[in-house]
């Protein structure tokens, strides 16, 4: 099955632009979610099918998937965005996730 | 408001069994699909199993499969997962999540709640 691959952290000043990036062979023929997880609590879906965003996520989180690359772009990043990012496809009857990505905001 | 409420983790010994279960509220349960999702201390994120609503399809991770039985009561609003022959890989958080999408569709979609997760540790 596909393999999903992230870098393991992302570092982003307050108010600043955060990408996240989660590469995979022909990965754009493939709908990608993104999961949240912030320390000790359980994930949260802020994206699904590459962009759209879930209700009750901020507008700030947007998302996009193309050739061998999905990437999650966290703009305006407020410190409460600090967490671990997970990338998440379905490969014919697997599901994977990516490696995932710390982003500390500084 | 959507609820998922794992139980049924703890300590046990390898080769050992035991049985997870999680229950639902807030939604019709008998509509969606479930799956469990497991993460070792400090590391990422695997898709254990999985169980379209009408139990037709079964997924599981190559790591799990032939060990791990995944089943669901939708009458009473519960999702399981049976594990034999633990081992101590299998140590991690369980956490039960929910299939997003159309009610009665296909398996293949996000999660998109998720419980706050139980804990098994294999150790002797």
């Known amino acids: 099955s596909i393999e999903l691959t992230q870098p393991p952290s992302v570092s982003v000043s307050p108010g600043q632009t955060a990408s996240v990036t989660c590469s995979g062979h022909k990965l754009g023929g493939m709908y990608v979610s993104w999961y949240q997880q912030k320390t000790g609590q359980s994930p949260v879906l802020v994206i699904y099918q590459d962009k759209q965003r879930p209700s009750g996520i901020p507008e700030r989180f947007s998302g996009s998937n193309s050739e061998n690359t999905a990437t999650l772009t966290i703009s305006g990043t407020q410190p409460m965005d600090e967490a671990d990012y997970y990338c998440?496809?379905?490969?014919?009857?697997?599901?994977?996730f990516g490696t995932g990505t710390r982003v500390t905001v500084l | 408001e959507v609820q998922l409420v794992e139980s049924g983790g703890g300590l046990v010994q390898p080769a050992r069994s035991l049985r997870l279960s999680c229950t639902a509220s807030?939604?019709?349960?008998?509509?969606?699909?479930m799956h469990w999702v497991r993460q070792a201390p400090g590391k990422g994120l695997e898709l254990v199993s999985s169980i379209s609503w009408n139990s037709a399809t079964i997924v599981y991770a190559d790591a799990v499969k032939g060990r791990f039985t995944i089943s669901r009561e939708n009458a009473k609003s519960s999702l399981y997962l049976q594990m034999n022959n633990v081992r101590a890989e299998d140590t991690a958080f369980y956490y039960c999540?929910?299939?997003?999408?159309?009610?009665?569709?296909?398996?293949?979609?996000?999660?998109?709640?998720w419980g706050q997760g139980t804990l098994v540790t294999v150790s002797s």
């Open positions: 807030g939604f019709t349960f008998g509509d969606y699909a």
């Open positions: 999540a929910k299939g997003m999408g159309a009610p009665r569709t296909q398996l293949w979609l996000p999660f998109d709640y």
């Open positions: 998440q496809t379905w490969d014919s009857t697997s599901g994977v």
